[in-house]
């Protein structure tokens, strides 16, 4: 038990000089548990701006951080939304994702959806994001809603923060004229 609450104790005083989103955003989470160099937070969210002063919010059902790696946070159901540059919102979903504040990358993998306000939905198996660079690339199978139109293909690169997109591989379009 002393050596337990020793840890405890070792956890709260250390943790803020470990915590990888300390400079930027705020960080709240549940309760705390310890196991081996793991620290397991339940319902962290971490709320910021970027660097163009765009909000962003990220919640999580939990995240597990090893005490040896701070910078890398493995998130679990998570959810993000990140507000675009003309003031809509875009919701990203995954039910699990490594982050990585150091090199500003996040692995995403299993049920990935991304949805904006103006209704385009995209679904993807796995996805790596690279925030310093602007890019997200998936090597796996992909489907993006656009209203009438749905593209699918075997794989997506996103660059320049969202302004270029190129699927590759067995790229099919389908657009549904009959709404009008």
């Given at each position: 038990?002393?050596?337990?609450?020793?840890?405890?104790?070792?956890?709260?005083?250390?943790?803020?000089?470990?915590?990888?989103?300390?400079?930027?955003?705020?960080?709240?989470?549940?309760?705390?548990?310890?196991?081996?160099?793991?620290?397991?937070?339940?319902?962290?969210?971490?709320?910021?701006?970027?660097?163009?002063?765009?909000?962003?919010?990220?919640?999580?059902?939990?995240?597990?951080?090893?005490?040896?790696r701070p910078n890398v946070v493995e998130l679990n159901?998570?959810?993000?939304?990140?507000?675009?540059?003309?003031?809509?919102?875009?919701?990203?979903?995954?039910?699990?994702?490594?982050?990585?504040?150091?090199?500003?990358?996040?692995?995403?993998?299993?049920?990935?959806?991304?949805?904006?306000?103006?209704?385009?939905?995209?679904?993807?198996?796995?996805?790596?994001?690279?925030?310093?660079?602007?890019?997200?690339?998936?090597?796996?199978?992909?489907?993006?809603?656009?209203?009438?139109?749905?593209?699918?293909?075997?794989?997506?690169?996103?660059?320049?923060?969202?302004?270029?997109?190129?699927?590759?591989?067995?790229?099919?379009?389908?657009?549904?004229?009959?709404?009008?």
């Open positions: 038990i002393p050596i337990g609450s020793a840890l405890a104790l070792a956890v709260f005083v250390l943790g803020p000089l470990l915590n990888p989103f300390s400079a930027i955003g705020g960080l709240s989470m549940g309760p705390i548990t310890l196991s081996g160099s793991k620290v397991t937070m339940e319902k962290p969210k971490l709320t910021g701006f970027r660097k163009d002063n765009r909000p962003y919010e990220v919640t999580a059902v939990s995240a597990a951080q090893d005490i040896r159901v998570m959810n993000a939304r990140v507000e675009t540059e003309s003031g809509g919102w875009v919701k990203l979903e995954s039910k699990t994702g490594v982050f990585d504040s150091q090199k500003e990358q996040m692995q995403l993998t299993d049920q990935i959806k991304v949805a904006t306000d103006a209704g385009y939905e995209a679904f993807l198996k796995s996805a790596d994001i690279d925030f310093k660079a602007g890019t997200i690339r998936s090597k796996e199978p992909v489907q993006v809603n656009m209203g009438s139109i749905k593209i699918t293909a075997d794989t997506l690169d996103v660059s320049d923060n969202g302004k270029i997109i190129v699927f590759n591989g067995r790229v099919n379009t389908v657009i549904d004229n009959s709404e009008q």
